[in-house]
């Protein structure tokens, strides 16, 4: 099936009605209920083993290095290739676009972003681009030492970026994606904190592919498909108890190791990685972001994540508000006063529940994919997720 058609029976999770958290979405539940936030993908389906791809998300309608974003870096756990880290950190600030795309196709992705941000109308004399550049390992599903993510890919990602619903799953950089186990992929969800609040929106996407022991609002998924990390460990010494009949099997797409970091998509394995997008509405600083993007962490550790050695977990947040944007080599295009500390926890809030959803539905939406040296990533049993 190719990567970018949906599967019958594939729902996002309030489809199933289940919610998590107390904040309601934006209408379209996704990154792009912040105004002017906009998603691309392009998708490499091809063959018996190339299942890659890459997505951006471009903050706003302006050209991003002549008005940048106010924006921030955590990392949960560092085992990554992330291009662009040191400058955001230094500066506070995105410049290009953000892609993501597979380990070994973290360079083309930054040359791609360099040449479109150097070809566009005022950029003549630019001499110094900051691209930025996340990543997870798809080695389990995609021949990735094949490298087949070209800057021509990156830049057909950028001409189709769009608003509106957000294509999730088995997508774009998640094409070849594996978490806790199941064909993971991309995801996004959003939060909107009330009105007396402020009434802004955070929205998230992210790029799953990672391990632990997965658990949907609460309920011990993983566990109840005999599919989770130390399973075997476990159950030599006295496993946790699972339901008879419950669940998709044990190990059903387990694998070689693809290599440190990389995502096998075993029962047991732990490592990968994800990347987390955030985007605001609300006026925040670099210092108030950074904050924002730690609270992610919250989410990916609700969703049962084992932050493993060799994962990365990176998050990166960034504020659309036109009162922060930073002219290149001069003052904001209108000076807003920026939230204070004190009006930023139910933003935490909506950060901690938009990070937790996206994740579900990264996997929700995902379908069931073969790939290199036949490799599976089984999509997860949505029967799982009801009581």
Known sequence: MPAHQPEVGRSRLRELGIAPG??????????????????????????????TGVTVVLAHHDDPYRWRVPAALFVGNGYGKLIGATQVRELGELETPVALTNTLCVARAAEALVDWTLGRKGNARVRSVNPFVGETNDGHLNDIRARSVRPEHVLAALAAAADGPVALGTVGAGTGTMAFGFKGGIGSSSRRVPVALGGFTVGVLVQSNFGGVLQVAGRPVGVLAGRHYLRDELSAGGAPQVRAGAGGGAGASAGSRAGAGASTGSAQDADGSIMIVIATDAPMSSAGLERLAFRSMAGLARTGAAFSNGSGDYAVAFSTGEGVRRRAGGAPKAPTRELGNDDLSPLFLAAIEATEEAIYDSLCLAVSVTGHEGHVGEALPLELLRP
């Open 22 to 51: 107390v904040l309601p979405p934006g209408p379209l539940n996704a990154i792009t209920d912040v105004a002017g936030v906009r998603v691309g993908h392009e998708t490499l389906y091809e063959g018996a083993g190339v299942r």
